[in-house]
């Protein structure tokens, strides 16, 4: 079966850190396209970053850029979202997904949170003194 489970988000202060890992099964993630999206109440999904299977494209939000870093590791089958400077905006709960077809723009996939087929549950990231 394919399944993603997130990992390590939890309640960060402003300006501190948080790195958000995605653990795969039943697939291999090095083939796989990846984002990471968020959702905050009352708020539509948005993505906050996204790199392709080559690990050439990679897409962030504006409001993360600088900040954020994805990457992954093909050894131990995970990608991560490491959130510096964190800020009480970035509030939410973070996604990871994948997938192996998405288009050459990943940032358009990333925009339109379209494309991706395999997603994680869900895990809670509160920014806050």
């Known amino acids: 079966q394919v399944q993603l489970v997130e990992s390590g988000g939890g309640l960060a202060q402003p300006g501190g850190s948080l790195r958000l890992s995605c653990a795969a099964s039943?697939?291999?993630?090095?083939?796989?396209?990846i984002g990471w999206f968020r959702q905050a109440p009352g708020k539509e999904r948005e993505g906050v970053s996204c790199i392709n299977k080559e690990d050439s494209d990679i897409y962030y939000y504006e409001s993360v850029k600088g900040r954020f870093t994805i990457s992954r590791d093909a050894a131990k089958n995970t990608v991560y979202l490491q959130m510096n400077s964190l800020k009480p905006e970035d509030t939410g709960v973070y996604y990871c997904a994948a997938d192996p077809f998405i288009a050459p723009n990943i940032q358009a996939a990333c925009v339109q949170d379209r494309g991706f087929g395999s997603w994680g549950q869900g895990i809670q990231v509160t920014v806050s003194s």
């Open positions: 039943g697939f291999m993630l090095e083939h796989y396209h």
